[in-house]
């Protein structure tokens, strides 16, 4: 970018204009703190948890799992999220005799939804949430509720297709 977009005389104090350094910090946060989870078996704990909690019952898995995915995706980085249901998900429909691919294409679309519900779901909501001058809570309040109504009209569609 410095190279071949701006003028060489003032390109790196451009290209330094233009970053936005919130994205770049949260991604980096984001990476430590999803590696340190992983290494603390944090995700295979909670989806097991869940697992148990719901009797190994599909119907709840159905709903416990996309709930999870979309939760989760409020806080950690969406494609890290999916890597860790994805798996759990496989694991899980394996065990009860029960198809994961309705199941994983469904946390694919909640987590995308939870990952819109806040500010640090999603790099691109740091960038307009700092922008407009948003607060952590002002982004959850606009678009939270929002994201949630989405997730519920997400499951009802999602719940009739399987049957």
Do not use: H
């Not at 806040?118 to 678009?143: A, E, K, R, W």
């Amino acid at each position: 970018m410095v190279v071949f977009v701006f003028p060489p005389t003032e390109s790196l104090s451009l290209a330094f204009r233009y970053e936005n350094w919130e994205t770049l910090g949260l991604i980096f946060g984001m990476f430590t703190m999803v590696t340190g989870l992983k290494e603390s078996g944090f995700f295979r704990w909670i989806g097991l948890i869940a697992v148990e909690k719901t009797k190994y019952n599909a119907v709840y898995i159905f709903f416990i799992f996309p709930f999870l995915a979309g939760f989760l995706s409020m806080f950690l980085d969406s494609i890290t999220v999916m890597l860790f249901m994805a798996t759990l998900s496989i694991e899980v429909g394996t065990l009860i005799g029960l198809n994961p691919i309705p199941l994983i294409i469904v946390e694919i679309c909640t987590a995308n939804i939870g990952g819109s519900a806040t500010m640090v779901g999603d790099p691109p909501n740091v960038i307009i949430g700092t922008t407009l001058g948003y607060s952590f809570m002002d982004f959850f309040l606009n678009i939270g509720s929002a994201a949630w109504i989405s997730w519920l009209i997400t499951m009802i569609f999602a719940s009739r297709g399987s049957r």
